[in-house]
């Protein structure tokens, strides 16, 4: 092998060669300065949600920092009256307003959403994908001010009329989120359904189940976690959604009492009053500090959906 | 037996369920069409509101929902297909990549209201702007960034490794090669969710509120001079759009017909969303007709 | 092996490895390509042929996860070395893939990209190069009416001819063909053959085949892999009447495969 010449003969180059070494500038600048700018729009991304979660958090722990609440008072007191003589900052019935409307609407729309994810994945699955799944999507598209006024002009009425009650109430609150976190769950339980293999399905079948048993004890059994994860997503939609609630809740400042009595969450208490008080008030700084719950209330349900990602995973 | 008679009123109770979400659907429809068909006539579309008497029109809070979704895209969806390509092509996999996947899920999950509030402390507040179209833009780029990355990275992963390997194997560099050749390949997809994002961006109120404001000054709509306090194009001008009005007529009306108002408001914010929605289905099925009938 | 041929060399490599993470694909290769022929690559699946053929203009540098080691020298030039520009590598040493892959442009525009790209804008410069590019890949006469017709209306085997004569208008020194003709029908890929057959007095071409009759109708060496190994290289002639190997003679013979 002694006539192989060894690395680079610098001395002997031909056109060829040289144009294997020759770079085009303006091509190179293009191509790391496109790099670049693709990384810096990523960046953003981050940058934003560390601004977002610094700036909220900076303004909503004021309450604590430099108006001097107790943050133990904050959260467990029921008494909410910050233009009161003394005020009083306990923001409980919010937060109990926005966990009981969130529950009801999961509670409504979770057997209704997986109930319409089965039958389009496993009864009817042709009419499913022709029909129920456009009907889906167009839900998923309407936007919440539309939801919120239809409740208040259909629903509130009806609850007045049918119970003799004011009808703005928790009751109007979890259908109206029902219907807007129904889309949600149904789609995102519905794929969880169709990543179930088919051996299962058949398994069960050949060993003389019925298609509900199968359904039942084989499909939801295996496609457990996605359903979960279908329902904390629509939770976590309705717990932060705040017109549509607001326009039919009733924005009474008082614990929850029963499903026919006006209430407020945390959303609504902040879109009421956040443009009537003043920058830097006390009041004010109690409204951040809500809208500070509701982030770490975000937070928190991103966590529990990561859990239940990795059960899945896991699987 | 028993387990014969379940399984039937289980196909009962499921069919029931499904015949109930499409009736709910169409009823809501139904009802906000039927409500506000009456509204929809040239006068109520163009004219402005009028805050004491009846008979006042949508004219300006249209204008400014369209000219929002303008602004909004046209900041949202450089970033958001800057950021797509990065995370298609470039991202590599490491803890840094995993951060930013993070924070597009934390993105993506914000409740609008808090995207709203973050608006009102920077674009409004820090800034000094006040309430602004152009705030009012930027925070919906931020509710509508994590989509739009999504969207474009799935649409840029869609399109074949082969077209990229051709590109490559001739030379071309690869943000070229991303730019003339995987993202054109990519563009059906982009475009039908943009669309989506769309009728996101045109019923969206919650962010708004605090952003682009709840009122919009007279506007005069013969001065297009992008400075003026009353062009209807000027960005740093406050503007209630169609959504919160909406919100705003049943929360504050005063005028006796505001139950109207809304109800055509209603209707037109539908009919709108409806095309959004219906146009990203035809295109999405045109592309893949073209696409697949020109190959044989 | 031949030493002392008169042809010039074009392409030598010295003990190349290739890895794939842990997996040893290529195993310390040396070979000479010589300049204008024909040389087949050869091999059951998975024998490190394409592997090695992709390591030729660095495609490899695509997969993350891939290695390679030892010195690749193409006219004199280590292909590897930091000075090498890649981009302008790739267009000397151009490259056909297995399946047709036309960008989902025009015909006009599939060939007219590239050199546009490098540098040629003037129209009437871009119009001469397609004709002439698709009158060597004899596409021409098939296409000249329909050339802005989407690339993706023609046949299979047109496809991959409009894909050669793409690679062609780069006017490259060296042409990589991966097996181009074996998603294709008998009668396109005689096409893509005699194509082959006449690319060669101006190209150097190396194609890897898995059809045995094909390499022994179109090149004038072989080279015969066998698990990541370069079991022989001589005269095709030599390897499909008289190798010197018994694996060689064994996968000749269709004994494995």
Redesign the interface.
């Given at each position: 092998m002694s006539h192989r010449t060894e690395g680079v003969n610098t001395e002997r180059q031909s056109m060829i060669a040289q144009k294997m070494l020759t770079t085009n500038k303006r091509q190179k600048t293009e191509n790391i300065s496109g790099k670049t700018i693709a990384m810096i729009c990523a960046g953003l991304l981050v940058i934003v949600v560390l601004s977002i979660t610094y700036f909220i958090a900076s303004k909503g722990l004021s309450t604590f920092f430099v108006d001097g609440v107790s943050f133990k008072e904050f959260l467990t007191h029921d008494k909410w009256d910050p233009e009161g003589e003394p005020s009083a900052y306990g923001v409980l019935p919010f937060i109990l307003g926005s966990f009981f409307v969130t529950a009801l609407a999961a509670l409504i729309a979770a057997p209704l959403g997986i109930g319409a994810a089965i039958f389009m994945t496993e009864i009817f699955p042709g009419f499913g994908k022709k029909v129920l799944k456009p009907v889906i999507e167009l839900l998923v598209g309407i936007p919440s001010v539309v939801y919120g006024y239809v409740g208040l002009t259909l629903l509130v009425p009806f609850i007045r009329e049918q119970f003799d009650v004011l009808g703005f109430s928790l009751l109007a609150g979890g259908l109206v989120l029902a219907l807007m976190i129904l889309p949600t769950i149904t789609s995102v339980a519905a794929d969880a359904i169709e990543a179930v293999p088919q051996d299962l399905r058949n398994a069960s079948l050949a060993l003389g189940a019925t298609r509900w048993q199968t359904i039942w004890n084989v499909v939801l059994h295996s496609a457990l976690p996605g359903c979960l994860t279908a329902i904390v997503l629509g939770m976590s939609r309705a717990f932060g959604e705040a017109l549509a609630v607001q326009m039919v809740i009733g924005n009474t400042t008082k614990l929850p009492g029963g499903l026919l009595e006006p209430i407020s969450t945390l959303t609504s208490g902040i879109t009421l009053n956040m443009g009537n008080t003043i920058q830097g008030t006390p009041y004010n700084n109690a409204l951040w500090s809500m809208a500070l719950l509701l982030l770490a209330m975000s937070f928190i349900f991103i966590v529990i959906l990561r859990l239940l990602g990795r059960k899945r995973l896991a699987k | 037996m028993k387990?014969?008679l379940?399984?039937r009123a289980?196909?009962v109770?499921?069919?029931l369920?499904?015949v109930?979400?499409?009736g709910?659907?169409v009823g809501?429809l139904g009802?906000?069409l039927s409500?506000g068909w009456h509204k929809l006539n040239l006068d109520f579309l163009t004219s402005p509101p009028d805050i004491v008497n009846a008979g006042g029109g949508i004219g300006p809070q249209l204008f400014n929902s369209l000219y929002l979704l303008v602004l909004t895209m046209l900041i949202a969806l450089?970033?958001?297909?800057?950021?797509g390509?990065?995370?298609a092509?470039?991202?590599?996999d490491n803890k840094i990549t995993q951060?930013?996947r993070m924070?597009?899920?934390?993105?993506s999950?914000?409740?609008?209201?808090?995207?709203g509030?973050?608006g009102?402390?920077?674009f409004v507040?820090m800034t000094g702007w006040g309430y602004t179209l152009f705030g009012g833009a930027l925070a919906l780029t931020?509710f509508n960034?994590?989509l739009l990355?999504r969207v474009t990275e799935d649409a840029l992963r869609n399109v074949?490794r082969?077209?990229?390997?051709?590109?490559?194997?001739?030379?071309?560099?690869?943000?070229?090669t991303?730019?003339?050749?995987i993202l054109?390949?990519a563009l059906p997809g982009i475009i039908t969710g943009a669309i989506?994002a769309s009728?996101?961006v045109?019923?969206?109120?919650?962010a708004l509120?605090?952003t682009a404001g709840?009122s919009s000054p007279n506007l005069d709509f013969t001065d297009f001079s992008m400075n003026s306090t009353t062009s209807p194009l000027n960005p740093f001008r406050p503007a209630e759009t169609l959504?919160?009005h909406?919100?705003k007529v049943?929360?504050e009306g005063l005028t006796p017909d505001a139950?109207d108002v809304?109800d055509g408001a209603?209707a037109v914010?539908?009919i709108a969303?409806?095309l959004?929605?219906l146009s990203a289905?035809w295109f999405g099925n045109w592309v893949y007709k073209k696409?697949t009938s020109?190959?044989? | 092996m031949s030493v002392l041929t008169m042809q010039e060399t074009i392409i030598q490599t010295n003990n190349v490895n290739v890895y794939y993470g842990e997996k040893h694909a290529v195993k310390n290769i040396s070979m000479d390509i010589e300049k204008n022929s024909v040389t087949a690559f050869i091999g059951p699946s998975g024998c490190g042929k394409s592997t090695l053929l992709r390591s030729l203009n660095r495609m490899n540098d695509l997969v993350p996860s891939c290695r390679v080691e030892g010195s690749i020298i193409v006219d004199g030039i280590d292909i590897n070395s930091s000075q090498v520009n890649i981009e302008s590598l790739r267009q000397v040493v151009g490259m056909v893939f297995q399946r047709a892959n036309p960008f989902f442009k025009s015909i006009y525009e599939n060939i007219a990209f590239a050199p546009r790209f490098h540098g040629m804008t003037n129209k009437r410069d871009l119009d001469e190069l397609v004709e002439s590019s698709l009158r060597k890949a004899a596409l021409w006469d098939e296409v000249k009416d329909r050339l802005r017709d989407s690339a993706l209306s023609l046949s299979g085997g047109q496809q991959q001819r409009l894909c050669i004569a793409r690679a062609i208008a780069m006017q490259p020194t060296i042409l990589l063909l991966d097996e181009p003709a074996s998603a294709l029908d008998p009668i396109s890929t005689m096409k893509i053959e005699e194509l082959v057959m006449q690319l060669k007095d101006e190209y150097t071409i190396v194609i890897v085949t898995h059809n045995l009759h094909q390499a022994a109708r179109i090149s004038e060496k072989t080279a015969f892999f066998l698990m990541g190994e370069l079991i022989e290289m001589d005269e095709t002639g030599k390897i499909f009447t008289s190798p010197e190997n018994e694996k060689t003679e064994a996968y000749i013979s269709g004994r494995f495969g």
């Open positions: - | 387990a014969r379940m399984d289980a196909t109770v499921l069919t369920i499904a109930l979400i499409i709910t659907l809501l009802f906000i409500q450089p970033l958001g297909i800057g950021a390509i990065y995370m092509e470039y991202a590599p951060f930013i924070s597009i899920e934390v993105l999950s914000l409740p609008s209201i808090v995207v509030l973050f009102l402390l920077v507040n931020v960034l994590p990355v074949p082969s077209q990229k390997e051709a590109s490559l194997a001739l030379g071309i560099t690869k943000w070229r991303i730019v003339s050749v054109p390949a989506l009728g996101r045109f019923g969206e109120a919650a509120l605090f709840m959504a919160v909406i919100w049943n929360s139950r809304a209603a914010l539908i969303v409806l959004f929605n289905r696409m020109g190959s044989n | -």
